[in-house]
């Protein structure tokens, strides 16, 4: 079973530009890409969803190319409070069976 | 809109007991709700999807029996660890789709001492 994987962890410095890959060759066909934002001890919250090319919004963009294989979730202007684990969701179909998956996920640090 | 409310946050139970946890659909009808499993530093574990009026399909791996899980109307789902070892320990979330992605419980941290 393929998993839906990610960069185990990334620093950044506040206001720079964040881009956090997940790979996900199972993708299936009809389903989206949804990235969340975690807390320790608390429940994944959305950012941002998409199916193709480039979705953005208030706080995030998602690209996304063309085979769909991967996702990028681009945080602008990162901050202290940004730092969390990031996780993307999909939909994969493996061997029949449709299910969603989380990535491995991401834990971002954000240093001053 | 489309909250899920979770509950307990916390809860700390001796080992052989039983312990429930509650998701509500505060502002929607939840004809679904995901059971997911964390343990530290890992990702969240889809264990079992519940669907109102109907058995949950649970993932493979995970013991029906010791978690049973009840969908008996719209706005509530239940997770019921039966049983508990230390082993079960775990941050227990739900989560229910709604419009846009899913909209996910608080989470529940479970110690078995």
């Known amino acids: 079973l393929a998993k839906t994987t990610q960069p185990i962890s990334m620093d950044s410095y506040e206001g720079q530009e964040v881009n956090i890959t997940c790979s996900h060759n199972?993708?299936?066909?009809?389903?989206?890409i949804t990235w969340y934002q975690q807390f320790p001890s608390q429940g994944p919250r959305f950012i941002i969803q998409?199916?193709?090319t480039k979705v953005t919004n208030e706080v995030a963009s998602l690209f996304i190319p063309a085979d769909r294989k991967s996702s990028t979730l681009s945080l602008p202007r990162v901050s202290l409070s940004d730092t969390a684990v990031y996780y993307c969701?999909?939909?994969?179909?493996?061997?029949?069976?449709?299910?969603?998956?989380f990535g491995t996920g991401t834990r971002l640090k954000v240093l001053a | 809109g489309a909250v899920v409310s979770q509950h307990p946050s916390w809860v700390i139970c001796k080992s052989g007991t039983s312990v429930k946890i509650e998701c509500r659909s505060l502002?929607?009808?939840?004809?679904?709700m995901f059971w997911y499993r964390q343990f530290p530093k890992q990702s969240l574990m889809l264990m079992a999807t519940?669907?109102?009026?109907?058995?949950?399909?649970?993932e493979q791996g995970v013991e029906k029996d010791k978690f049973l899980i009840n969908h008996a109307s719209l706005t509530l789902s239940t997770l019921t660890v039966t049983s508990a070892h230390p082993e079960d320990s775990s941050f227990y979330i739900c989560?229910?789709?709604?419009?846009?992605?899913?909209?996910f419980g608080s989470g529940t941290r479970l110690t078995v001492v």
């Open positions: 998409g199916y193709k």
């Open positions: 519940s669907n109102e009026g109907s058995k949950a399909t649970y």
């Open positions: 199972n993708i299936a066909t009809n389903d989206y």
């Open positions: 502002d929607f009808q939840a004809t679904t």
């Open positions: 969701l999909v939909g994969e179909t493996t061997s029949g069976t449709y299910k969603y998956i």
């Open positions: 989560s229910a789709p709604k419009r846009e992605g899913y909209t």
